[in-house]
């Protein structure tokens, strides 16, 4: 069993709020819009890190991280990008991936919006982290925390950072 920590669209903000729920998970996934590489090599020295680079990151996070990624942990596909969209209306380009992969997992940020689905045409579930910074339009900060479980993907809470002041 894996506990997994996910957050998205930080855009450089770190909270220390943050610590308490990454530090008890064997993994932070970051789904994009990172902001800095000092941010990343925060996560890093709390838990490892499996991060994708978001349309607002530049040089040196698309060097350092790619624009999509695709693993299997615990027996669970995982797919991660950052622009994914939603079951009946996914980017063109992630659909295209996950039409390649067929994940069981699909991870994605860009919306600013916390969003769990589960896609039938797919078999899959579709999990969006909401921001977790700052910057954007949300009035509250979310991060996700869930289970990988032999093949199970358990125990998926929305983590409500507070308002944005």
């Known amino acids: 069993?894996?506990?997994i920590a996910i957050l998205s669209d930080t855009h450089d903000y770190w909270d220390e709020r943050y610590i308490p729920y990454l530090e008890i998970c064997d993994e932070i996934?970051?789904?994009g819009d990172i902001g800095s590489v000092l941010l990343t090599q925060r996560l890093e020295a709390i838990r490892p890190l499996r991060a994708v680079y978001?349309?607002?990151?530049?040089?040196?996070?698309?060097?350092?991280?790619?624009?999509?990624?695709?693993?299997?942990l615990e027996q669970v596909r995982v797919l991660m990008t950052h622009i994914g969209g939603y079951p009946g209306r996914y980017d063109s380009s992630a659909l295209a991936l996950i039409k390649?992969?067929?994940p069981d997992l699909f991870v994605c940020g860009h919306s600013h919006i916390a969003k769990v689905m589960f896609d039938r045409r797919h078999d899959m579930l579709c999990v969006n982290p909401g921001a977790a910074g700052k910057q954007g339009f949300h009035t509250i900060r979310t991060?996700?925390?869930?289970e990988l479980?032999?093949?199970?993907?358990?125990?998926?809470?929305?983590?409500?950072?507070g308002k944005i002041v």
């Open 54 to 72: 978001g349309n607002c990151d530049g040089y040196p996070l698309r060097y350092n991280f790619s624009s999509h990624l695709f693993f299997e």
């Open 29 to 31: 996934w970051h789904a």
């Open 143 to 146: 991060l996700m925390r869930l």
């Open 1 to 3: 069993m894996k506990k």
């Open 149 to 161: 479980n032999e093949g199970n993907i358990e125990n998926l809470e929305v983590i409500e950072l």
């Open 100 to 102: 390649h992969h067929k």
